[in-house]
């Protein structure tokens, strides 16, 4: 994982007089899950929609698999894969027929059903996109942000207003995307997905990268400079409690 497929230098963003991203750099590596966290408006989203091309850069550089962001939008989204925060389908049509339109946006194609397979959506493939529930809906976005085989997939806190069987699900689903050689770039406000997940994380807080390290490094860092909590090491929690009394299947 040494080599940088996603190269951010000096990104700034401004809305008016407002900073919104303040001259950020980062590298995401291969193969890795990178996260970028922080509070509401401290410009992780403003900064995943520059790298992706739907965003005017107002300032710095960003280079995808060496593709300039800001003079080839267009051939970056070749190669990317985007899950929103709030994924939107067309009404009336079935999740087949979802897959092999985005796939034909790309000129794939697609075996649908071996999309849906993949994430556990196989048994919904006649349902209409608005019969989903949340749950199913992110796997769906995923499905269909992966028809084009991309590079790089960027997913903007995927997990959010989930229970937590679908939300260990998508953490699942997440580390397959990885496993299949795409990069995976996300945002999210869940310090213990972040911790399962990411390989590397960057905090930000108002426009700035303030940390990025590996989760383990970052609190090794922390436990240095002398925090300390109180000490309960428990061997589970309440959501494993919740998950065993009502079973690891997904809730469709």
């Not at 806190?157 to 997440?174: C, K, M, S, Y």
Request: proline share 3%.
């Amino acid at each position: 994982m040494s080599t940088p497929i996603l190269i951010v230098k000096g990104l700034k963003k401004v809305y008016d007089d407002k900073v919104a991203v303040d001259g950020i750099s980062f590298e995401v590596k291969k193969g890795e899950i990178f996260g970028i966290l922080g509070p509401n408006g401290a410009g992780k989203t403003t900064t995943l929609e520059m790298i992706e091309g739907m965003r005017e850069i107002d300032g710095g550089s960003v280079s995808v698999d060496g593709i300039d962001v800001a003079s080839d939008a267009t051939a970056v989204k070749r190669i990317i894969g985007v899950q929103p925060q709030a994924p939107a389908f067309q009404d009336k049509t079935k999740l087949t027929e979802i897959i092999e339109l985005f796939g034909a946006a790309y000129g794939e194609k697609v075996n649908a059903m071996e999309y849906l397979n993949d994430v556990n959506l196989g048994e919904k493939a006649s349902a209409f996109a608005e019969q989903l529930s949340g749950g199913q809906r992110q796997r769906l976005s995923i499905a269909a942000a992966l028809v084009h085989n991309p590079r790089v997939f960027f997913m903007d806190e995927p997990t959010t207003g989930l229970d937590p069987q679908a939300r260990r699900n998508l953490w699942a689903l997440t580390k397959q995307v990885r496993d299949k050689g795409v990069t995976v770039v996300m945002t999210t406000h869940y310090m213990d997905e972040a911790e399962m997940l990411c390989d590397r994380v960057a905090v930000m807080d108002h426009g700035k990268i303030i940390a990025l390290d590996t989760p383990k490094n970052l609190i090794k860092q922390l436990l240095h400079r002398g925090f300390k909590k109180e000490q309960q090491v428990e061997q589970a929690n309440l959501e494993d409690v919740f998950i065993d009394l009502t079973g690891k299947a997904l809730r469709d």
